[in-house]
């Protein structure tokens, strides 16, 4: 008997994740309002095509420059207290915004302005949010929250923008802003009432510079990970342009205004929500590449139907398949990264790939914008459904990692060693040494394994990672790394999952002898060692 698909509703079981769900709901919804009203306002203010893309462009600009630091301290810090501040700050600059709007002061330039500042409170909060959803639902249930958040996003998509079309032809922009700045108490509120449990005691907090090179780190030596970051960025880079000229294609429609510009938004977002719903069913049928290429196909169809439509509804049609292929890459991308990143640096991670994708929605909205300026926005829209085909073929080179559930909670299995000479948190460096006899036949295998090893260590913060054979007793061979410090050796230790785990258990049973491979730790010290100590330049006693 065949089992029965999971509900894509199933995390609404869960009270916390459910409330923050519906909040977040509603401030989309006044979000997209206020995109609204502000890329119709731009065209009021000027008849520039690229300063009209470039409202997008500021809105994706900080996440692409700032998400890194937003996910070293979704990492380091609770995820409710930073939320909190990103909600605040984000209410403050749209208050001013509807200020300056009520006053008459807005200005190109400081359109473009309040919607960075705007962008960077969005570039605090999202990696914080994304990253608290595998705290709140079951890691089983990680696809299918992902998902419900995709369609809450895109509820309010397929009805926010005509309602601001309305909002913004009847009242003007100053009330869609109006309307964004009532949005974000809800959200507030229900982060208030939040209590998440309280985090346990553990290593000092890492410096945010270190903590933000730490993910670089981990996502560079995760090839699988390298591969959903290059593709994201392409798609970024090639869809954006639909979205960035959607107001000026609009206005040149007969009739056309702020309430048909809603309206075609709506009807992107409508496509939007229909793709994730069907997502799961998609998952089960197709692998990720397969997805992933029909996504660029889809959204290539949908760019040049509006470029080249005369017809709002065909452009509408047009905008639901582009809205459906929108949410599957995007949803498959971040389900991705989420089920292949433990839990210690998923902030960092997701405000990576947010990067990568932000990074191209930021320079294909300028690029877009450049080529409607010079060529026409028609032109612009069908080189753009050309390069989202070049995209789909790009997976032939750097195909989208299948979906595997890895293990990647903390093995948990390290205890601080037993040492016979008392040093501080901050001694260092330590360097770790692995003795391991291996028989000749099975140097070839323990070669393939102890790359993996290699990788895995790098990835974690080891440096300096070296393999030893002895040219005397040849079946010897020594891995060795090196630590800066006792705490850092210790953090490098409760980072390794189950999942890493396994390619321990491999060196072991490759390992020959009565005894398991031995583990030597020690301090590294120059040979003026007593001089720093005379200076005050160690803080480990003899």
């Known amino acids: 008997m065949a089992k029965d698909r999971p509900s894509v509703l199933q995390p609404l079981q869960h009270g916390t994740f459910r409330n923050i769900w519906v909040a977040n709901l509603v401030s989309s919804f006044g979000a997209l309002i206020q995109g609204v009203g502000a890329a119709w306002m731009m065209t009021a203010l000027t008849n520039s095509v690229d300063l009209v893309a470039l409202v997008q462009a500021s809105t994706s600009l900080p996440i692409m420059l700032f998400s890194l630091l937003?996910?070293?301290?979704?990492?380091?810090?609770?995820?409710?207290?930073?939320?909190?501040?990103?909600?605040?700050f984000m209410l403050a600059v749209s208050a001013l915004l509807t200020l300056s709007a009520l006053l008459g002061l807005i200005t190109p330039w400081l359109l473009l302005t309040f919607t960075f500042l705007i962008g960077c409170g969005t570039a605090l909060n999202n990696p914080s949010w994304q990253a608290s959803?595998?705290?709140?639902v079951p890691r089983s249930s990680v696809g299918s929250a992902v998902a419900l958040n995709s369609i809450g996003f895109n509820l309010s998509r397929s009805l926010g923008p005509a309602v601001g079309g309305i909002i913004v032809a009847v009242a003007g922009a100053a009330a869609a802003f109006a309307v964004n700045l009532?949005?974000?108490?809800?959200?507030?509120?229900?982060?208030?009432?939040?209590?998440?449990?309280?985090?346990?005691?553990?290593?000092?907090?890492?410096?945010?510079?270190?903590?933000?090179?730490a993910g670089v780190r981990y996502m560079a030596l995760s090839p699988q990970l390298g591969k959903v970051l290059v593709r994201s960025f392409i798609f970024g880079l090639t869809a954006s342009s639909v979205l960035a000229l959607l107001p000026v294609v609009a206005s040149q429609i007969p009739g056309g205004g702020p309430l048909v510009y809603g309206l075609l938004l709506g009807a992107f977002g409508l496509g939007a929500v229909g793709g994730?719903?069907?997502?799961?069913?998609?998952?089960?049928q197709f692998s990720s590449e397969a997805i992933v290429r029909l996504?660029?196909?889809?959204?290539?169809?949908?760019?040049?139907?509006?470029?080249?439509?005369?017809?709002?509804?065909?452009?509408?049609?047009?905008l639901m398949l582009g809205g459906a292929c929108w949410v599957l890459a995007l949803t498959l991308f971040n389900v991705t990264v989420q089920l292949s990143t433990p839990r210690w640096v998923v902030g960092r991670s997701l405000s990576l790939y947010q990067t990568a994708t932000f990074a191209g929605l930021a320079a294909g909205s300028w690029l877009w914008g450049v080529a409607g300026e010079e060529f026409g926005v028609s032109n612009a829209l069908v080189a753009s459904a050309i390069a989202l085909v070049v995209g789909a073929g790009v997976g032939l080179l750097l195909s989208i990692p299948p979906r595997v559930m890895l293990d990647l909670d903390p093995a948990n299995r390290w205890q601080e060693p037993q040492i016979a000479l008392p040093i501080e948190p901050r001694?260092?460096?330590?360097?770790?040494?692995i003795e391991y006899k291996i028989r000749p036949q099975d140097v070839r295998e323990f070669l393939r394994v102890m790359a993996d090893r290699k990788r895995v260590r790098m990835r974690d913060g080891a440096r300096e990672w070296?393999?030893?054979?002895?040219?005397s007793e040849t079946d010897?061979?020594?891995?060795?790394?090196?630590?800066?410090?006792?705490?850092?050796?210790?953090?490098?230790?409760?980072r390794l999952t189950h999942a890493d785990e396994v390619i321990g258990e491999k060196l072991r049973n490759l390992h020959q002898g009565p005894e398991r491979p031995v583990v030597r730790r020690m301090i590294e010290r120059p040979p003026n060692w007593f001089a720093a100590i005379a200076a005050n330049r160690t803080i480990d006693p003899p």
């Not at 996910?71 to 380091?76: E, H, P, T």
């Not at 001694?427 to 040494?433: D, E, L």
């Not at 070296?466 to 040219?471: F, S, W």
């Open 133 to 136: 959803v595998g705290d709140l």
């Open 70 to 88: 937003g996910g070293a301290i979704a990492d380091n810090f609770p995820r409710r207290r930073v939320m909190l501040v990103a909600q605040f």
């Open 427 to 433: 001694s260092g460096p330590i360097v770790i040494s």
């Open 182 to 213: 009532v949005s974000y108490l809800g959200l507030l509120f229900v982060l208030l009432r939040w209590k998440p449990a309280p985090a346990p005691a553990g290593l000092p907090r890492e410096a945010v510079g270190a903590a933000m090179f």
């Open 476 to 494: 010897v061979w020594v891995e060795s790394y090196k630590s800066p410090t006792w705490t850092e050796y210790a953090r490098h230790n409760q």
């Open 276 to 284: 994730a719903l069907i997502s799961a069913r998609l998952a089960e």
């Open 466 to 471: 070296v393999l030893r054979r002895d040219l």
């Open 295 to 318: 996504a660029f196909v889809g959204f290539a169809i949908c760019a040049a139907t509006t470029g080249l439509s005369p017809s709002p509804w065909l452009t509408g049609v047009a």
